[in-house]
């Protein structure tokens, strides 16, 4: 059987175990592979598709990108473009295709299974926050950056007696927020699912400073919307390919900075984590379970068992549906956030 495989949307530490598993497992099963170059833009057009044999699985678990490149590129969003890809699965022979990637890609891995296509999906993105499963790919590297920036910024903001903002990636939901906080022993972390207001922020620094603290650190998740703090670029928002408002031009942590600064009189810092939080090697976390749903994502395909993808539940691989777990975005529950705030 030939199997495509692609990587879409934002890469994560982790996405090339997948590929690993993927690739080796359908080997040793007698089958070849196609590593199709940069997520759907690779089926869009003449397509851009390369066969991968042994060598170019080797040598990559520990690697951070991921070897096939990605992009955001979206057939939906382009005139004829599913239909496009399509004919491209067809004209290429491709008689299987794994999809690694997370809610954008998943939701055209969806609607492509829903047409009849032999497409499965691999849980990715580094903010975790696809239905049904526990684990995506590159969540728990992202985490260890937050809570060694965090760890970082506790030294400096000692020294210094500073309020430290970290700004973490985290469109919709909070979980890297709420996660690398709790493991960097965060003071304030302020997340989408959550809002508080910039008074809230303020009363709980002036609290901290009454009870003998002289350093907070804050986390602020990229995406949150608060009351009283507008990003500077909300006006002129430039959108990717799937039309998502380019969130780390808000400015969110410095905006926030500079108001607790004016406010409070503290002098404070902002640190934008950025891409450093989706670059590097994975943790041996992500290498193992992208291993394990890689691996998973292939027996999906031997057992012709289209539309579907591996997922972690209570700390196994289960099968669910892409369209489930595209359904909407999980969020953080309640009695984590409210974990984090014993420690403020
Ligand atoms: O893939 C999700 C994500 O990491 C978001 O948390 C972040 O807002 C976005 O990607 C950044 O995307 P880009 O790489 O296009 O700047």
């Known amino acids: 059987m030939k199997i495509g495989l692609l990587t879409g949307g ?72 599913l239909e496009e890809v399509l004919r491209n699965i067809d004209r290429q022979g491709l008689e299987a295709l794994v999809a690694i990637g997370g809610d954008d890609t998943l939701s055209v891995a969806a609607w492509l299974a829903d047409r009849g296509a032999h497409v499965v999906g691999v849980p ?15 969540f728990d590297s992202a985490v260890s950056v937050v809570a060694e920036a965090l760890d970082r910024l506790h030294t400096t903001a000692m020294s210094h007696h500073r309020v430290m903002v970290l700004e973490v990636m985290g469109r919709d939901t909070g979980w890297v927020g709420v996660m690398g906080g709790l493991a960097g022993g965060a003071d304030m972390i302020i997340i989408p699912e959550f809002p508080v207001t910039v008074d809230e922020v303020i009363e709980h620094l002036d609290k901290r400073s009454a009870a003998g603290s002289d350093f907070s650190i804050i986390v602020v998740t990229e995406g949150v919307e608060m009351e009283g703090l507008r990003g500077k670029d909300d006006a002129g928002e430039k959108r990717d390919a799937f039309g998502h408002v380019q969130l780390g031009r808000r400015g969110v942590g410095e905006t926030l900075a500079r ?28 290498r193992i379970w992208a291993t394990r749903v890689g691996a998973a994502a292939y027996d999906l395909v031997r057992g012709n068992r289209w539309g579907m993808m591996p997922v972690v539940q209570c700390g196994a691989v289960e099968i669910a549906r ?17 974990l984090a705030q014993v420690f403020y």
């Open 10 to 81: 934002g890469d994560a530490p982790g996405l090339n175990a997948a590929i690993r598993a993927v690739g080796r497992r359908a080997l040793l099963g007698g089958d070849s592979l196609a590593g199709i170059r940069n997520g759907w833009a690779g089926l869009l057009g003449d397509g851009d598709i390369e066969p991968m044999d042994r060598p170019m699985f080797s040598g990559i678990l520990q690697l951070g990108g991921t070897v096939l490149g990605s992009s955001r590129v979206n057939p939906i969003k382009r005139e004829g473009g």
């Open 124 to 138: 990715k993105t580094m903010d975790n926050d696809l239905m049904v499963t526990e684990y995506c790919i590159g």
């Open 259 to 286: 108001i607790i600064e004016e406010r409070t009189g503290h002098e404070t810092r902002a640190t934008v984590l950025g891409h450093l939080q989706r670059g590097g090697s994975p943790s041996a976390y992500d």
């Open 322 to 338: 892409i369209a489930d777990v595209v359904a909407e975005p999980r969020r953080v529950p309640r009695d984590l956030y409210e």
